[in-house]
């Protein structure tokens, strides 16, 4: 897989955190995929085949080219086949909310319908690999988009813009005293102007901040993680991540493992020329071939 990040146009960078691009090949056991809840709104322009779905399973929808979606409480179940490549632009809510009308637990919201002709310029230019240009194009209609429909950034937003860089620990209370307000007044405050009330947003931004930890560490000490993240200590961790996940930290910390363990055979089957496909026919059935990897001479 191949993933970079770049960062806005600095006049969006109030309502827009990141720009990402990512182009990948999904081999069959590559296919599913579980998308936990996280921070951002995250707009994406998509040139592949991608289906979603309930992590129970069930019936997948075919996912339109260009979507918004974001902020959810629950993982995402996610079918990807063959190559897909992917613009996104994760936007904070407030940033949604003003650009597109976006509320906390609304459907995903296909962007095709609304605006046809940029979405099918932006994912052709995709396909081509023609990523400076397709970000261009998105700069220029976000910031059409911000001079329209824009407002100035108030109280609710302050607040919000504080959790972000508290990792979500910062306290309405106290926020509402440093800005001279009731917490009543805030807590309106920030409904309106962010999408969501604040103790959801700051769970969220804990999870993913908990979730972001152990994918780079899985090995990483959980009473230590609760400690960092504010929770009052590793069981209030392990409930508030099952809530969001629906697996405790300990589950995600041993599938984590076994991502990295499969990274290190693939990069030891690219790296030795000794590993090479090794075919072998059932012998009850020899149009049945069978593809496996073996290490020659060993």
Request: charged share 25%; proline share 5%; aromatic share 10%.
């Amino acid at each position: 897989m191949s993933y970079q990040e770049f960062p806005p146009d600095p006049r969006l960078h109030t309502l827009v955190r990141t720009y990402w691009q990512m182009t990948e090949f999904h081999e069959v056991s590559e296919q599913e995929h579980r998308f936990m809840p996280e921070r951002s709104v995250r707009l994406t322009f998509s040139a592949g085949h991608s289906w979603q779905g309930s992590p129970q399973g069930g019936p997948l929808e075919r996912l339109p080219d260009a979507t918004l979606f974001g902020l959810t409480v629950a993982p995402q179940r996610m079918v990807s086949v063959g190559l897909t490549r992917a613009l996104g632009v994760e936007l904070y809510p407030w940033g949604a909310r003003q650009l597109f009308g976006w509320t906390f637990g609304q459907d995903l919201l296909d962007l095709t319908v609304q605006h046809p002709w940029l979405c099918r310029a932006v994912c052709a230019l995709v396909r081509l690999d023609a990523w400076d240009e397709a970000r261009q194009m998105v700069d220029d209609w976000l910031l059409g988009l911000m001079n329209e429909r824009g407002r100035e950034l108030k109280v609710g937003v302050e607040a919000a813009r504080t959790l972000y860089m508290s990792l979500g620990q910062a306290r309405i209370g106290t926020l509402s005293l440093e800005l001279g307000l009731s917490q009543r007044q805030l807590e309106r405050a920030f409904l309106n102007e962010v999408g969501l009330n604040a103790k959801t947003l700051a769970r969220i931004i804990r999870f993913e901040e908990a979730h972001n930890r152990l994918w780079l560490d899985p090995h990483a000490s959980l009473s230590r993680l609760a400690l960092d993240l504010g929770f009052s200590d590793q069981a209030h961790l392990t409930r508030e991540f099952r809530s969001l996940a629906h697996m405790t930290p300990g589950t995600f910390a041993r599938f984590t493992l076994q991502r990295l363990d499969q990274a290190r055979r693939d990069e030891l089957r690219a790296a030795d020329p000794r590993l090479q496909p090794h075919r072998w026919t059932d012998q009850r059935d020899p149009d049945r071939v069978q593809i496996d990897f073996a290490l020659i001479g060993i």
